[in-house]
């Protein structure tokens, strides 16, 4: 199982000056409310919505997201 990387995302965004929810949400044309929720670990980005975050900030997919254990997920 694959989760998003929060803090790769976060310093991958502060590099390209988004520190906010807002800012991320307007480079990526995702909802502000999903990033917030991606942001805060209540939520994980679907397929789509992870593609659209790697390719608005010019990144390899496999560097936002980590592989967590199976066990671990429940």
């Not at 480079?27 to 990033?35: A, F, K, L, M, N």
């Not at 659209?52 to 390899?60: M, S």
């Amino acid at each position: 199982m694959f989760r998003l990387n929060v803090s790769e995302l976060q310093k991958i965004a502060a590099k390209a000056k988004d520190s906010t929810g807002y800012a991320i949400s307007r480079r990526t044309g995702i909802s502000e409310s999903s990033i917030y929720r991606y942001l805060a670990g209540d939520a994980q980005p679907d397929l789509n919505s992870a593609m659209r975050i790697a390719e608005a900030y010019d990144i390899d997919l496999r560097s936002l997201m980590q592989r967590v254990p199976v066990e671990a997920a429940a």
